[in-house]
């Protein structure tokens, strides 16, 4: 199945040496394992993410181990010196295994 | 006389159930999901007991009073010039009075030019945010803010 996800930089104009922001947002549901369904009254078995790997031009430089604490349809959001051109590459896992990958391309401004 | 009060009994606990709301009778519970963890215990497994200081370095962003608990936007920054030889190498999110503590943990690299992580998170019950900043050195920083909540956001 696949996830719903969006990467994106900001600024939209960079050159390289500038620090940009990449954030990662999915749709996921995040569910905590607390919750009840409202008709059978059984617990909502927990599900979300718990691994995203940022990586530029296959090397990876942030790992991020997330809970069920964060909100439904997370965001996260790491900095990125810009080093040259290249592609940026998020990969996410969810606890049900779901593997996805998502990315978007690094163009420097000269 | 018995009738009458039996009758108040009834309406007292309807009225009590329909204002006790799903989620406050859901605290009562006091629930334990399966990666139920207090704050001594996370703290302790990424210190290994060292001592953890305060500092003005790290900056924690995060709304006073939050309507609603399911989603409050948190942001850390740490002031710190990111070279090989001093970095920050880990950032961990931990929302002190949830069942599971533990938010994220983010591992950074030198790559990435500058120490700072948003998401966003769940808060059942007004509660401190606290971030706990791991550097190369090996000092653990923390920074903490307290969020009101209104509405919580676990149930």
């Known amino acids: 199945m696949a996830t719903k996800s969006l990467v994106k930089i900001k600024p939209k104009t960079y050159k390289v040496g500038d620090v940009v922001e990449v954030s990662l947002m999915v749709m996921h549901p995040m569910e905590t394992g607390l919750r009840k369904d409202k008709e059978t009254g059984n617990l909502i078995p927990a599900h979300y993410i718990n691994d995203v790997k940022f990586s530029f031009n296959g090397t990876p430089f942030t790992t991020i181990k997330s809970w069920e604490s964060l909100s439904t349809n997370p965001v996260y959001t790491v900095s990125y010196k810009v080093s040259g051109e290249g592609e940026i590459k998020v990969a996410f896992t969810d606890t049900k295994g779901d593997a996805n990958e998502n990315g978007t391309k690094i163009k420097p401004k000269a | ?155």
């Open chain 2, 1 to 155: 006389m018995q009738r009458r009060s039996f009758l108040k009994g009834i309406m007292m606990t309807g009225a009590a159930a329909a204002v006790v709301s799903p989620s406050l009778a859901f605290s009562a519970e006091a629930p334990k999901g399966p990666n139920a963890m207090d704050l001594d215990t996370a703290i302790k497994a990424i210190t290994g007991g060292k001592s953890v200081s305060a500092s003005a370095k790290v900056q924690l962003k995060a709304p006073e009073i939050a309507e609603n608990g399911a989603v409050v936007p948190v942001s850390v920054t740490v002031d710190s010039p990111m070279s090989a030889e001093d970095h920050v190498k880990a950032i961990h999110i931990f929302a002190t009075k949830n069942s599971n503590v533990r938010c994220a943990d983010v591992m950074l690299t030198p790559a990435n030019g500058k120490a700072s992580f948003s998401t966003r998170v769940k808060l059942g019950t007004s509660q401190d945010v606290m971030a706990l900043v791991v550097t190369s050195k090996g000092e653990f920083l923390s920074a903490a803010q307290n969020v009101k909540v209104t509405i919580g956001g676990c149930g």
